[in-house]
């Protein structure tokens, strides 16, 4: 195993070691690091929920989806995530990994092509790799090259796999030029809605609802329940032939142990105050414009500020300095980004106040000056 140590040893003089560290329940720090998008992970109405469907069915869900894993909450929560996103049906997982991993491979296999986006998230390149499918990786939203892949593919099933909103850019997917695209070529496009549900399109629905797409008979979205509804957990939504083919043929949802009913029944509150508090998603993208303009980048079209720094060294050093004055950030450093651009991703919330945005101002202009940035 001396390996192990000459291989730490190299990543900590790059800047690439990472280190696991508690938080406690309550601290000073002003979070900006997480994706509680709507600020709903510790509202009363979602922990009520969670705290109803843990008194009602245990800790546990107890086995599998197939076998006792599944209960009324999670069934009223498939129903529910749907009719609001528009899909004809869902099927709740136990992480938006694992609902990745499950539809793109049950979606593909042996005889499959899968065209990924450059950019895509690394649950969607396991997925990818999976597969068992021939996998082209286009550039990042890089439509024509998309079209290429499948005008040249000799196989008769093909998918289309993207983020709706990139979780390390926070910029979003040309969803209709996709869509248009794989309806001529008769592919499946498969949308990961991750970053979108609860900031983007109306009400929070998801960028697909935004761009016309929800329901389409030849689309298939994802979503996670750890981000706007302040949860844990993930879902496929989209036509009922393809959710149950998932129950028959998805791995991660055969083989592995249910949900939580706790963390389905806070998901469900959640989703709850976000249909009932339309205004929610507003708040998120300005807080986001109020934190790009404190850190002189340009305002995103969703909740994710990042603010390129290139060295991971740098990067580092400014995202200890900002919890130093009070404010945590994300520090995004290879392989979660490319090389050159590693950075401070910063995260709006739905619940950030003047004050708040004042203090990240305060800070991120203390912090950038110091770097040189």
Same mark, same amino acid.
């Given at each position: 195993?001396?390996?192990?140590?000459?291989?730490?040893?190299?990543?900590?003089?790059?800047?690439?070691?990472?280190?696991?560290?508690?938080?406690?329940?309550?601290?000073?720090?002003?979070?900006?690091?997480?994706?509680?998008?709507? $600020?709903?992970?510790?509202?009363?109405?979602?922990?009520?929920?969670?705290?109803?469907?843990?008194?009602?069915?245990?800790?546990?869900?107890?086995?599998? /989806?197939?076998?006792?894993?599944?209960?009324?909450?999670?069934?009223?929560?498939?129903?529910?995530?749907?009719?609001?996103?528009?899909?004809?049906?869902?099927?709740?997982?136990?992480?938006?990994?694992?609902?990745?991993?499950?539809?793109?491979?049950?979606?593909?296999?042996?005889?499959?092509?899968?065209?990924?986006?450059?950019?895509?998230?690394?649950?969607?390149?396991?997925?990818? /790799?999976?597969?068992?499918?021939?996998?082209?990786?286009?550039?990042?939203?890089?439509?024509?090259?998309?079209?290429?892949?499948?005008?040249?593919?000799?196989?008769?099933?093909?998918?289309?796999?993207?983020?709706?909103?990139?979780?390390?850019?926070?910029?979003?997917?040309?969803?209709?030029?996709?869509?248009?695209?794989?309806?001529?070529?008769?592919?499946?496009?498969?949308?990961?809605?991750?970053?979108?549900?609860?900031?983007?399109?109306? $009400?929070?629905? $998801?960028?697909?609802?935004?761009?016309?797409?929800?329901?389409?008979?030849?689309?298939?979205?994802?979503?996670?329940?750890?981000?706007?509804?302040?949860?844990?957990?993930?879902?496929?939504?989209?036509?009922?032939?393809?959710?149950?083919?998932?129950?028959?043929?998805?791995?991660?949802?055969?083989?592995?142990?249910?949900?939580?009913?706790?963390?389905?029944?806070?998901?469900?509150?959640?989703?709850?105050?976000?249909?009932?508090?339309?205004?929610?998603?507003?708040?998120?993208?300005?807080?986001?414009?109020?934190?790009?303009?404190?850190?002189?980048?340009?305002?995103?079209?969703?909740?994710?500020?990042?603010?390129?720094?290139?060295?991971?060294?740098?990067?580092?050093?400014?995202? /200890?300095?900002?919890?130093?004055?009070?404010?945590?950030?994300?520090?995004?450093?290879?392989?979660?980004?490319?090389?050159?651009?590693?950075?401070?991703?910063?995260?709006?919330?739905?619940?950030?106040?003047?004050?708040?945005?004042? /203090?990240?101002?305060?800070?991120?202009?203390?912090?950038?000056?110091?770097?040189?940035?």
């Amino acid at each position: 195993m001396a390996w192990l140590d000459r291989n730490a040893e190299r990543r900590r003089e790059a800047g690439l070691r990472r280190e696991l560290r508690p938080r406690a329940p309550h601290e000073p720090l002003l979070d900006l690091a997480g994706n509680d998008y709507l $600020g709903l992970s510790g509202d009363k109405r979602v922990v009520d929920g969670a705290v109803a469907a843990l008194r009602t069915w245990g800790a546990g869900s107890t086995g599998s /989806r197939l076998v006792t894993g599944t209960t009324e909450v999670h069934a009223t929560l498939e129903r529910e995530l749907a009719a609001f996103t528009g899909a004809e049906a869902g099927l709740v997982f136990s992480s938006g990994y694992a609902a990745n991993l499950g539809v793109v491979t049950a979606l593909s296999g042996a005889g499959a092509l899968i065209v990924s986006d450059g950019a895509n998230h690394a649950s969607l390149v396991d997925a990818c /790799r999976l597969s068992r499918a021939r996998v082209a990786v286009a550039g990042h939203n890089d439509v024509a090259s998309v079209d290429a892949a499948l005008a040249g593919r000799t196989e008769e099933r093909a998918l289309v796999v993207t983020e709706s909103v990139y979780s390390a850019d926070g910029d979003l997917a040309p969803l209709r030029e996709l869509h248009a695209v794989c309806r001529a070529r008769g592919a499946v496009l498969v949308v990961d809605e991750a970053h979108g549900l609860g900031v983007c399109g109306p $009400g929070g629905r $998801g960028l697909l609802a935004g761009a016309g797409l929800a329901g389409a008979d030849d689309v298939v979205s994802t979503v996670t329940l750890s981000k706007a509804l302040g949860s844990q957990g993930g879902a496929v939504l989209g036509p009922q032939r393809v959710i149950a083919h998932l129950v028959d043929s998805a791995r991660t949802m055969i083989f592995d142990t249910g949900l939580a009913p706790s963390c389905a029944g806070a998901a469900l509150a959640a989703l709850h105050v976000l249909r009932d508090e339309p205004g929610r998603p507003g708040a998120v993208l300005a807080a986001a414009a109020a934190i790009a303009d404190a850190a002189g980048v340009a305002a995103p079209p969703s909740a994710v500020v990042s603010v390129v720094l290139g060295s991971p060294v740098v990067a580092v050093a400014a995202a /200890r300095r900002c919890a130093e004055l009070g404010l945590r950030v994300g520090c995004f450093r290879p392989p979660s980004v490319p090389e050159g651009t590693s950075r401070l991703r910063l995260t709006a919330r739905a619940d950030l106040c003047a004050a708040d945005l004042d /203090r990240v101002r305060a800070v991120l202009t203390t912090v950038l000056a110091e770097v040189g940035a």
